[in-house]
């Protein structure tokens, strides 16, 4: 084994993903695993936990995945979650904050659970930040203090996407023969918490950098997950590889990222969306 790649070595490390059971979240605990960790998946739903603990145990020892019903908005339940985890003699070095409550385009049914910016309701905007942004506060609050506290230091990922830099092209989930105020979009939430993320980020990156805790953030591009050709074929068009990521090709920036191979990089967010931001 060369030298630069045991620096992605991540045996006897103990990492927490949180929004687990999603899409992305089951893929970055198999990058993880990969590596060698030790992998806590969290998330509210018990039952798809369940089932990303038996879809990751196919590939690896299961005695090296964990789950935990957590919801990250509530402080409390996260600080349980660390006290029993601390009280089982698991020290968490990788948190990677993936929840969020994010808008998925599936098939012909158009942008799931949107609204309009001018009626979008209150509610949904409390909501949604409370996951997506203030659950990644808490988090970092809560295991990122522990890091700092006890010397060893460690790392923060936060999930965010190429929609923290660039907006949103609403074009994209527009439909035939439906009025302008009829239209789905993208919501303002999902951009307003994905540039939150990298904010939070930079700000953990010089909080705790001198003792031992980084923080970067990892942006990725649309993931290919069944939606409908027009939609696909559109963006695709947006991107100069001219494709949507598969929802394996963010395993090797999750691995650097977590590991010491980017042990000099910290407070940055890395694009990975194939180009779109640069066009």
């Known amino acids: 084994m060369n030298k630069a790649y045991e620096k992605f070595n991540l045996k006897g490390k103990v990492a927490l993903i949180t929004g687990a059971a999603g899409l992305l979240g089951v893929e970055h605990a198999s990058a993880l695993l990969e590596s060698g960790a030790t992998v806590v998946l969290t998330d509210v739903d018990e039952i798809s936990l369940s089932k990303a603990s038996k879809k990751l145990s196919g590939n690896v020892d299961s005695s090296l995945i964990l789950t935990r019903v957590m919801d990250v908005s509530q402080v409390d339940l996260v600080r349980g979650v660390s006290k029993e985890l601390g009280t089982a003699g698991l020290r968490i070095d990788i948190l990677v904050n993936n929840a969020a409550i994010d808008p ?7 942008v799931l659970e949107t609204t309009r910016l001018e009626d979008f309701p209150l509610d949904q905007w409390d909501l ?3 996951v997506g942004l203030t659950g990644a506060f808490i988090c970092s609050q809560v295991f990122g203090s522990a890091m700092a506290q006890d010397g060893r230091g460690g790392v923060i990922l936060n999930i965010a996407s190429d929609l923290s830099v660039i907006s949103p092209d609403q074009r994209l989930y527009r439909k035939d023969n439906v009025q302008d105020h009829m239209q789905s ?8 918490i994905k540039a939150g993320l990298v904010g939070l980020t930079r700000y953990l990156a010089t909080y705790w950098a001198d003792k031992g805790v980084r ?3 990892l942006s990725p591009g649309g993931v ?4 409908s050709e027009d939609f696909v074929r559109h963006l695709s068009s947006l ?6 990521a598969q929802n394996n090709e963010y395993y090797s920036a999750v691995q650097f990222l977590c590991s010491d191979a980017s042990a000099y990089l910290n407070g940055q967010n890395i694009v990975m969306d194939g180009g779109r931001s640069v066009w």
């Not at 991107?239 to 949507?244: D, K, Q, S, T, W």
């Open 215 to 217: 923080a970067n953030a």
């Open 224 to 227: 290919f997950n069944g939606q």
């Open 128 to 130: 949604q930040l409370a």
């Open 239 to 244: 991107i100069p590889l001219a494709r949507m």
């Open 104 to 110: 998925k385009v599936k098939g012909d049914s158009g």
């Open 185 to 192: 979009v993208k919501p303002v939430t999902y951009s307003v």
